[in-house]
């Protein structure tokens, strides 16, 4: 079965700061991973995905992702912390293909300090 | 359309009432998916339709929730009797189709059901 664990409920860093979310995931078959980001009182928006290409993933607003098969690990990164990156981010882990059921983790809420 | 759209985005019910969510996914997606978000938490799996056809549903929490998705584009998931414990956030998400690679599944609004 297919799981993931996101390693501290909430993160809180500086405007300007480096972010970093910390996932890890388990699965039987090569996996696609996803990080979501979902604002308050909205739906959930895809930020990168990995589906076995380049294991560093890039994706929207500055925020970038690397597969390490050997730590299992797929944790978000970020240079330089903005306001607007205030929000609830949601790892997840599917099989088949990208568009096939989604397992998510229990998410991370991002602060951001002036 | 432009999105996926979920409708009511907020619905309050007394315990035991039924309430039904409807979905409208992106035009043309064929595959939909619905998932219930509790307080706090990550999204989880319900139901999955490829066009019509409900091709699992095997993260239904009970016999009291039903999906349909009739003509292979609106879906409806109605929950019978409800339950406070049914209280969650219920996301709709479609994608052009399941085989094709690296489709993306395009997550709806939510809908906010409150059980009193």
Redesign the interface.
Known sequence: AQSVTQLGSHVSVSEGALVLLRCNYSSSVPPYLFW?VQYP??????LL?Y?SAATLVKGINGFEAEFKKSETSFHLTKPSAHMSDAAEY?C?VSI????????????TRLSIRP | GAG?SQSPRYKVAKRGQDVALRCDPISGHV?L?W?QQAL??????LT?FQNEAQL?KSGLPSDRFFAERPEGSVSTLKIQRTQQEDSAVY?C?S???????????F????TRLTVL
């Open positions: 979501y009182n909205q739906g959930l928006q895809l995905k589906t949601f997840a088949y293909s990208s568009a096939s059921k989604i397992i998510f983790g229990s998410g | 996926v595959s998916f998932y706090g938490q990550g999204p989880e799996f999955y699992d996301l998400a994608s052009l189709e399941v085989t094709a690679g690296s489709n993306e599944q997550f709806g609004p939510g």
